[in-house]
């Protein structure tokens, strides 16, 4: 009997000890998925791309859960300014290659950037188009007030492109270092019309009326996008990036007038 009881009381005691450490021990995959571990994804982009990257940060964030996703939107120019002045980030999205190209040069990206949209300008004006803009030639008219972006800044940089090819000398009331500033301008009425890309003029439409014009066809934008080097949540960065890059990213900025990347 007492061989007995032994040979039981050591078979419980075995039992007991699996469960303990079934139950004890994290699962390697729990572990190891920056989803399961949560944190905050940090993206450093482009004003233009506040609407679009808003969507998209939720959409990510109902596919990671415990994750949250946190934008800094300025212009592009700014941005990297921040990057080249240790700010912390893990994903950079620039308005355009100059911007991005110095960010690789200043030895703040890791990995190679990937274009994911393009953008075009388009002329922002108050509702009704009351001074009658009907081209970008009307731009020069007297007594006019227009507003652009610095030249530093990527739309800035289009709208010179734009007067170069056109032989258009603009004389702006005002330069503003991101395009939100240069719409919202014009909506509170302070200008006339202020040069803007098509997805802004698209998401404040009610707000302002949009004028196309055909020669923003030749200072066309590409969006690079990328992991920033140390980033804090390197593989969400890389995730987040491929989620741009891929299918969804696509069609929800679509919906405000990106073109598709390369």
Do not use: R, W
């Not at 572990?31 to 994804?41: E, I, N, Q, R, V």
């Not at 999205?93 to 950037?113: F, R």
């Not at 969006?223 to 980033?231: D, G, L, M, Q, R």
């Amino acid at each position: 009997m007492k061989k007995l009881a032994l040979v039981a009381g050591t078979a419980a005691i075995a039992m007991f000890a699996g469960a303990c450490s079934s139950s004890d021990q994290p699962s390697t995959a729990a572990s190891s998925s920056p989803a399961a571990a949560g944190g905050t994804l940090t993206v450093f982009a482009a004003a233009s791309l506040t609407e679009s990257f808003n969507a998209l940060g939720k959409q990510f964030e109902a596919a990671h859960p415990g994750v949250k996703v946190t934008f800094d939107y300025e212009g592009s120019s700014a941005l990297v300014q921040k990057l080249d002045n240790g700010a912390k980030a893990d994903v950079f999205a620039s308005a355009d290659q100059k911007n991005m190209d110095k960010a690789v040069q200043d030895g703040v990206i890791d990995g190679q950037p990937a274009v994911f949209a393009t953008n075009k300008l388009a002329i922002a004006v108050a509702k009704g188009n009351p001074k009658g803009i009907k081209t970008f030639a009307d731009l020069v008219k007297p007594g006019l007030n227009v507003v652009v972006c610095a030249q530093q800044v990527p739309c800035g940089s289009a709208t010179e492109k734009v007067e170069k090819s056109t032989g258009t000398t603009l004389k702006p009331v005002s330069e503003e270092t991101n395009v939100k500033q240069v719409l919202a301008k014009v909506q509170s009425g302070d200008a006339d019309a202020g040069l803007v890309y098509v997805t802004d003029a698209t998401s404040a439409a009610g707000k302002v009326d949009k004028v196309d014009f055909p020669e923003s066809s030749g200072a066309v934008n590409q969006y690079p996008i990328a992991v920033v080097k140390n980033a804090p949540q390197a593989a969400l960065a890389k995730q987040f990036t491929e989620f741009i890059l891929g299918a969804d990213g696509k069609a929800e900025l679509a919906k405000i007038g990106f073109g598709p990347g390369k």
